[in-house]
Antibody
Framework: QVQLVQSGAEVQKPGASVKVSCKTS????????IHWVRQAPGQGLEWLGT????????GHAQKIQDRLTMTRDTSTNTVYMELSSLRSEDTAVYYC???????????WGQGTLVIVSS | DIVMTQSPGSLAVSLGERATINCKSS????????????LGWFRQKPGQPPQLVIY???TRQSGVPARFSGSGSGTDFTLTIDSLQAEDVAVYYC?????????FGQGTKVEIK
């Protein structure tokens, strides 16, 4: 079955960077886009960006595009999200999600808590 | 960006009664070439990732109980939970995937009365 397993929680200082991994299994890695969505404590869901594992083409939310880097490793079927210049407002649970088609997010990782604190 | 507005923000329903959540989009989500509404509903329980419940506005995801149904077209959509069960307590989000960026409603918290 489709599985997305994310890396563990992180605590980072303001100004630092964080890299979160999303290891996929149970399907052909290059056939489905992976998206990143975050959720600040007690808040709603915010889309951050997407990557096509086949050719590494990306799309980003405008407000975060300068700080967000998404990459993929086809040898391990893993997608990575790196967020730089961290601020306290970046404290959130970060989810990866597999698109079924047309940005329909059908399968989700378990989430990775990122805390930004001095 | 398409703005998704849900109502109410929260609701309390007795066990076995019906819960109704509304979602309005700032522009039509109906794609004329395939006559599909690009609207999904997610359920999120505390400490868990969102779980897709309904897609294409009215198609139930595999494994989702038949008491969940979605309706609507264009800009106005509804998620209905018939005969609410204790395990349905969660926050429900609508999401449009008609265009980039995909956007979510602010969520509706469903509790037991």
């Amino acid at each position: 079955q489709v599985q997305l397993v994310q890396s563990g929680a992180e605590v980072q200082k303001p100004g630092a960077s964080v890299k979160v991994s999303c290891k996929t299994s149970g399907y052909t890695f290059t056939s489905h886009y992976i998206h990143w969505v975050r959720q600040a404590p007690g808040q709603g869901l915010e889309w951050l960006g997407t990557i096509n594992p086949s050719d590494a083409r990306k799309g980003h939310a405008q407000k975060i595009q300068d700080r967000l880097t998404m990459t993929r490793d086809t040898s391990t079927n893993t997608v990575y999200m790196e967020l730089s210049s961290l601020r306290s407002e970046d404290t959130a649970v970060y989810y990866c999600a597999r698109e079924e088609r047309d940005q329909l997010l059908m399968h989700w990782g378990q989430g990775t808590l990122v805390i930004v604190s001095s | 960006d398409i703005v998704m507005t849900q109502s109410p923000g929260s609701l309390a329903v007795s066990l076995g009664e019906r819960a109704t959540i509304n979602c309005k989009s700032s522009q039509s989500l109906l794609y004329s070439s395939n006559n599909k509404n690009y609207l999904g509903w997610f359920r999120q329980k505390p400490g868990q990732p969102p779980q897709l419940v309904i897609y294409w506005a009215s198609t139930r995801q595999s494994g989702v109980p038949a008491r969940f149904s979605g309706s609507g077209s264009g800009t106005d959509f509804t998620l209905t939970i018939d005969s609410l069960q204790a395990e349905d307590v969660a926050v429900y989000y609508c999401q449009q995937y008609y265009t980039t960026p995909p956007t979510f409603g602010q969520g509706t918290k469903v509790e037991i009365k």
